[in-house]
């Protein structure tokens, strides 16, 4: 299949579990006080696994777009960015990077987990990490 193709099926089943997710956020009591934040992250897991799977993928098949460089921001090669996440330096909570190529931003997001699911563009070597 080609990766348009199944750009265009990812982004049909982002959308579905998508809307799923968010019937199941318009439909929790929240007014309940026995419905904690914890019990809501437990409630929609299945869709939130779902879609960060789905996103993953897709991420690895979009073409790049090139831009400028921000000033801010940190550039360090893949690797190194790798070697911080699998040493625990880097969460997603921390913050997110975009891959570069050719010295040339693009506008494909990377997360630390993609790390952790061998989710790696292979076609880049360079990132630019956003810290929040």
């Known amino acids: 299949m080609e990766n348009r193709e199944r750009i265009t099926e990812l982004d049909l089943e982002i959308k579905t579990w998508g809307d799923l997710?968010?019937?199941?956020?318009?439909?929790?009591d929240y007014t309940n006080p026995d419905n904690t934040w914890d019990k809501f992250q437990?409630?929609?897991?299945?869709?939130r696994d779902?879609?960060?799977k789905l996103s993953r993928e897709r991420r690895l098949l979009i073409d790049p777009k090139?831009?400028?460089?921000?000033?801010?921001?940190?550039?360090m090669p893949l690797t190194e960015f790798i070697e911080c996440v699998e040493s625990g330096g880097f969460i997603d909570y921390d913050g997110y990077g975009e891959y570069i190529k050719d010295g040339k931003l693009t506008d494909i997001n990377i997360y630390p987990s993609d790390i952790l699911h061998n989710s790696i563009r292979s076609d880049m070597d360079t990132i630019i990490w956003y810290n929040r």
């Not at 997710?21 to 929790?28: C, R, S, T, Y």
């Not at 437990?42 to 869709?47: D, L, V």
């Not at 090139?66 to 550039?75: A, K, L, Q, R």
Request: proline content about 7%; charged content about 30%.
């Open 42 to 47: 437990e409630h929609t897991m299945p869709e």
């Open 21 to 28: 997710l968010d019937a199941k956020d318009d439909n929790w």
């Open 50 to 52: 779902i879609l960060s």
């Open 66 to 75: 090139d831009g400028g460089i921000p000033e801010h921001g940190t550039v």
